[in-house]
Structure formats: structure tokens, C-alpha cells
T-cell receptor, first 114, second 111 residues
Framework: NAGVTQTPKFRILKIGQSMTLQCTQD?????MYWYRQDPGMGLKLIYY???????DKGEVPNGYNVSRSTTEDFPLRLELAAPSQTSVYFC?????????????FGSGTQLSVL | QKEVEQDPGPLSVPEGAIVSLNCTYS??????FMWYRQYSRKGPELLMY????GNKEDGRFTAQVDKSSKYISLFIRDSQPSDSATYLC???????????FGTGTRLKVLA
């Protein structure tokens, strides 16, 4: 099983450029999440989705946008990239979003904004 | 004060040692406690899950939760070089799926 697949694995952007981080899952999970992981800061929730067509902000949404047109896909859009967005980005999914439910993570996208 | 505090390490131990990893938290509403293991350049994967207070054992791993002290622990017995990874604690209050993660402790088990 593929699980949660993220592309690309690495990317370098110039300040002001935009890009889309792709995330797809093949487990028919309803809930999907985008996190960023910075050294010494843990995982911070950017956006999440409880199903196709429904998204909501997490802790650190500024500078990002998401959409969820299908159950499988949950892309993260960066507009006007800034150095503060240099981070490792993880997409995750869970079946029903139940309390303490297991999150399945992708292998991450390492993004540098220079 | 952060909601969840975790010593970042690194923690280096010899093979076969007992490892103790810990997190403290401030929000008494947390009910679900998890430990995720993250290998270098990989996403986290769930290792242990505990609801409320108590112990849970799975092979060489034991998770403990002490809600009165707001303190959780992960013990690894007979540690192996393959246990070398970053261990993140995570927790959620009841009624929400919004996880709060610790910063992670980097563990290195020396052969």
C-alpha cells in the first residue's frame, strides 16, 4: 500500500515565487492535515480537512492555502514564498478524526526559500 | 510556557540500555497520549497510544501516563541501534482531533 504520498521531496524557491505541495492518500481517509516541522519547534498544524470540500485553519495558516476537491488529494499552496516558510512539510491523514486516532504521515517535503 | 515540553536531546546510550523519554504538559484537558517515532528524512509513525492515566506495554516499549503530575514517559528496554530516531510525544484533549506535539527527543543507540 502506498499510504500517504507527497511530492516533491525537495524544493528550493526564490522569495516571492509560488508553488503547490502535492499530497495524496489511498486509504479512503476522511481527515487530512498539513503540518510544518521546524528544528526545536515540533509539528505545527497549518490546515486540515474533514472531508472533500471542507477545510479549516490550524495554528499557523498565514501564507498558505489549501483545497480538497477529492477524498484522495489535499494540495498545499504557497503564495509569495518567504524565508520564514523554509521548513519540512508533512501531510497526514486519519480515517475519522476520532480522539487520539492514529495519524498516517507522508515522508515530507523539504522546502528552502532563498 | 509551551503546552508540551520535551527535552530535545540528543540522548546517546549503549546498545542494551534502558531508555527513558519524557514529556510534561500544562493542559489538564489532555486525555489521549501518543508516542511517534521519526527516522531521519521520514514522516513520524505511531509507536504507542494511551488513554488517560496508566501503563501500556508493547514488546520492548512501555508508555506511562501520570495525569496528576502532567507527565508522560516512554521506556525502551534492551535498546537496539535500530531504535535510533527522534521520538515525539503527542496529545489531544477529549473531543478534538487537534494534536499537540512535543519538539521531539533525538535518540542514538550505540552498537
Amino acid at each position: 500500500n502506498a499510504g500517504v504520498t507527497q511530492t516533491p521531496k525537495f524544493r528550493i524557491l526564490k522569495i516571492g515565487q509560488s508553488m503547490t505541495l502535492q499530497c495524496t492518500q489511498d486509504m479512503n481517509h476522511n481527515y487530512m492535515y498539513w503540518y510544518r516541522q521546524d528544528p526545536g519547534m515540533g509539528l505545527k498544524l497549518i490546515y486540515y480537512s474533514v472531508g472533500a470540500g471542507i477545510t479549516d485553519k490550524g495554528e499557523v495558516p498565514n501564507g498558505y492555502n489549501v483545497s480538497r476537491s477529492t477524498t484522495e488529494d489535499f494540495p498545499l499552496r504557497l503564495e509569495l514564498a518567504a524565508p520564514s516558510q523554509t521548513s519540512v512539510y508533512f501531510c497526514a491523514s486519519s480515517y475519522s478524526g476520532g480522539e487520539g486516532e492514529k495519524l498516517f504521515f507522508g515522508s515530507g517535503t523539504q522546502l528552502s526559500v532563498l | 510556557q509551551k503546552e508540551v515540553e520535551q527535552d530535545p536531546g540528543p540522548l546517546s546510550v549503549p546498545e542494551g540500555a534502558i531508555v527513558s523519554l519524557n514529556c510534561t504538559y500544562s493542559n489538564s484537558a489532555f486525555q489521549y497520549f501518543m508516542w511517534y517515532r521519526q527516522y531521519s528524512r521520514k514522516g513520524p509513525e505511531l509507536l504507542m497510544y494511551t488513554y488517560s492515566s496508566g501503563n501500556k506495554e508493547d514488546g520492548r516499549f512501555t508508555a506511562q501516563v501520570d495525569k496528576s503530575s502532567k507527565y508522560i514517559s516512554l521506556f525502551i528496554r534492551d535498546s537496539q541501534p535500530s531504535d535510533s530516531a527522534t521520538y515525539l510525544c503527542a496529545m489531544t484533549p477529549s473531543g478534538t482531533y487537534k494534536y499537540i506535539f512535543g519538539t521531539g527527543t533525538r535518540l542514538k543507540v550505540l552498537a
